[in-house]
């Protein structure tokens, strides 16, 4: 008895655990996670040349909010290098004569991505010529 | 031949414990990271190669931890390895739910932008996965035996988990704008104070853990010139290079002045200081 219990004793901690096959699944999706997430991203850093943002800007729509009018714009950045503290102008045109500027920052205007945000006029944009370009942004 | 079939099953079963346990882990570490906003912009506009060299650096200091301190208490290095990848895999998922829950990440954003953000804090996720032993302890049996295994730590061993230590907790704070915002406001005179100050307080840690006994080759010189060389010294270059390496990763100090960039590692070796010291009480 006594041998016995002493013997299971050594052996208990020399024996390799068998790892159950669910641990093995799991850690299989890990491995491929590693792999994958080291790939894609040395695929991307190696192919990728930097190129500054390139930011473009685009009337989303436009709608009455509040005291005035909210005008929605999409901008998208298909450069890859992100822009951060991206400056939005809007200006009202009649004609040659501006009529009204709004402007809004946005954060991050992350590589390859696209960012929304609005502005708001007083006056109603549909009986004007509205532009909504970027005008400035900080390296991150 | 009825006790053969039964200890697999249990084996699964506990592997399971083991898995919610990591989960566990992994959500109380990462969480702070987590709902930080300069980790989610660092998705973003991280350099591709320093976040494909940390995903690889990962998996090294994962094999070694879960070695000292796993989820499981481990009986080869191919255990080590597959309790990596579980945890690996744990953080990813970690990740990937928070995420979504908070509203980082949804589907109107491109590809690139959910993996990186993803990706940086499957790294810190996985790390709480594999810290879950010494935290959420469960059996006394495992925890005795991974306890003995951290006593024998051999000198190395010991700096292995001081610069996890450091890694882990420095990580926490070092993507945030107040790393570079408190380097900003501190004199020369500042720096140095504070680094005298981290190492009277590594020193202090230090002098506990030898009291503790935490060596088990306990060297009979105990002197403060001993530990403070063995340990508060080489603990705190430890630190340093961590925080280096970290604000390199994270692009925090790119551009910088050397002076400018030393005074930042500085303020961040303080938290690495901290994790450093205290892996050998916590770890």
């Known amino acids: 008895m006594t041998e016995k219990k002493s013997e299971d004793k050594k052996d208990a901690p020399k024996k390799s655990r068998k790892t159950p096959f669910w641990e093995l699944v799991i850690a299989a999706a890990g491995l491929f996670l590693v792999v994958v997430a080291t790939g894609t ?7 990728e040349e930097t190129t500054p943002p390139q930011i473009k800007v685009s009337f989303a729509s436009s709608e009455p909010s509040g005291d005035g009018y909210l005008v929605k714009f999409r901008v998208v950045n298909s450069g890859n290098q992100t822009a951060a503290a991206v400056t939005i102008e809007g200006e ?5 004569e501006s009529v009204e500027t709004s402007s809004a920052t946005l954060t ?5 991505s696209e960012r929304r945000g609005g502005l708001y006029f007083s006056k109603n944009p549909q009986q004007f010529d509205l532009q909504i370009r970027a005008t400035g942004y900080e390296e991150p | ?17 083991h898995l919610a346990r990591a989960f566990g882990g992994a959500m109380l570490f990462s969480f702070p990271l987590l709902m930080t906003m300069e980790m989610w912009f660092l998705g973003f506009y ?11 650096l990962t998996v090294p200091l994962l094999i070694g931890l879960s070695y000292y301190d796993g989820f499981e208490t481990t009986s080869s290095v191919w255990d080590d390895t597959i309790d990596t990848f579980v945890a690996y895999a744990v953080g ?3 990740s990937i739910v928070l995420l979504s829950l908070f509203g980082v990440i949804n589907l109107q954003m491109t590809i690139g932008e959910i993996v990186g953000k993803v990706l940086i804090q499957t790294i810190i996720g996985s790390f709480g996965a594999m810290f879950a032993q010494s935290l959420l302890v469960g059996d006394q049996e495992e925890s005795k035996e991974s306890a003995s295994r951290k006593r024998q730590a051999s000198y190395f061993g010991e700096l292995f988990l001081m610069a996890v230590g450091a890694l882990f907790l420095s990580m926490s704070v070092a993507p945030t704008e ?12 500042h720096t140095l104070a504070l680094i005298a100050f981290t190492l009277l307080l590594m020193h202090a840690f ?9 060596e088990k080759t306990k060297s009979p010189d105990k002197s403060f010139l001993n530990v403070f060389l063995r340990f508060t010294v080489v603990g705190y270059a430890i630190a340093l290079l961590i925080s280096f390496y970290i604000l390199w990763t994270f692009g925090s100090i790119d551009d910088m002045a050397l002076a400018e960039m030393l005074k930042t590692t500085v303020v961040l070796a303080f938290p690495a200081a901290i994790g450093a010291a205290a892996s050998r009480f916590i770890l």
């Open chain 1, 41 to 47: 991203t040395l695929y991307r850093a190696m192919t």
């Open chain 1, 92 to 96: 009202l045109k009649n004609g040659t």
């Open chain 1, 108 to 112: 991050y205007a992350p590589a390859n």
């Open chain 2, 1 to 17: 031949m009825n006790s053969e079939a039964k200890p697999k099953r249990s084996d699964t079963k506990i592997f399971f414990i």
């Open chain 2, 46 to 56: 991280m350099n591709g190669w320093r976040l494909t060299l940390f995903t690889l």
């Open chain 2, 92 to 94: 990813f998922v970690v």
């Open chain 2, 178 to 189: 107040e790393m570079i915002l408190i380097s900003y406001r501190m004199s020369d005179w």
């Open chain 2, 206 to 214: 230090a002098y506990a853990v030898e009291f503790r006994g935490h």
